[in-house]
């Protein structure tokens, strides 16, 4: 993820205060027209048409839209802050890419587990972060983001903070533990004190607990495992327990070296059957009574 977008909003808004909408010239002030033009203004042209013929020819503005929308006043304390936004975004950039660079040393001083090419996203698209996931599966083995909710850069957190091999667990009762997202219980003369988790700084728990939260919306079995537990327990804790059980699944997938399957979290008949309950005790309570639809007939 690129940093650097607080010095994008100084930009954005000493653009506004001049009145220049590049923003509605360009999809992307930061994109091959949207620099070029800026670079310009920055280095004092002022004509709108002058501007303009910077346009890349795939824009799908022309130059005398694009020139209609860079009539500006062009303060000059304004004209300070976008110089000053452009050289910080500039710097943030140069900065990730150096972090980037690092990243990529570390990554390939680690053992591959396979040449083999990952296997095609089933759940959603994956284009922008295809390199990323090819490289996670190459470390891995698995194809971590064929999980409900975690996504590439939640797996490369496990890649930085774990690595390909989780030996060093002796079981994932022992790797939850360590991440912070089981039960902690504190018992004194026989009594229970407390039973929260225990205050852990883990990246991973927090990559976890989020892709946990997207799970909301989800029609699989992870997603409606959240959603009854968020009905009996609350939204915290079912976060927790679900970041658990997450926690859990990239344990198995990474010790065994063994692809995702949702058909090992639960039976998918006994899932619709429970769906079909719970739907008819509440036609019960309203006072309706359900049918099913016969073979053939229209909606």
């Given amino acids: 993820m690129r940093t650097g977008c607080e010095h994008l909003l100084r930009v954005q808004k000493a653009l506004d205060q001049m009145n220049v909408q590049l923003h509605h010239a360009v999809s992307d002030i930061t994109g091959e ?101 090819r490289m996670l599966f190459a470390k891995f083995g698995v194809d971590l983001t064929a999980v409900d909710g975690v996504a590439a850069q939640t797996a490369l957190v496990f890649l930085s903070e774990v690595g390909p091999d989780v030996s060093k667990f002796a079981t ?13 219980n504190r018992i004194s003369g026989g009594r229970p004190l407390g039973v929260s988790t225990r205050p852990v700084a883990n990246r991973l728990a ?34 927790t327990a679900t970041a658990h059980k997450l926690a859990r699944v990239l344990y198995a997938m990474v010790k065994h070296r063994r692809p995702f ?4 979290l639960g039976n998918p008949a006994l899932r619709l ?24 007939a229209v909606s």
Wanted: aromatic letters at 6%; a positive charge; hydrophobic letters at 40%.
């Fill in 172 to 184: 994932a009762e022992h790797f939850a533990s360590w991440l912070g997202l089981c039960p902690d």
């Fill in 33 to 133: 027209t949207g620099l070029k033009i800026l670079d310009a203004i920055v280095l004092g042209e002022r004509n709108p048409a002058v501007l303009a013929q910077h346009r890349n020819y795939r824009c799908k503005k022309s130059e005398a839209e694009i020139a209609a929308a860079l009539h500006g006043d062009w303060k000059s304390e304004h004209l300070f802050t976008l110089r000053q936004s452009l050289d910080a975004w500039r710097y943030h950039q140069k900065l990730v890419a150096e972090c980037e660079a690092q990243m990529d040393t570390h990554t390939k001083a680690l053992a591959t587990q396979t040449t083999a090419e990952p296997p095609s996203p089933a759940k959603r698209s994956t284009q922008p972060d295809e390199p990323l996931r």
């Fill in 261 to 264: 399957d949702a058909n090992r």
């Fill in 206 to 239: 927090t990559a976890l607990r989020m892709a946990a939260q997207s799970l909301y919306r989800t029609e699989s079995v992870l997603g409606d495992w959240f959603r009854r537990l968020r009905a009996k327990l609350g939204t915290p804790a079912a976060i």
């Fill in 273 to 296: 059957l429970r769906k079909e309950n719970a739907l008819r005790r509440t036609a019960k309570e309203m006072g309706f009574t359900l049918q099913p639809l016969q073979a053939g």
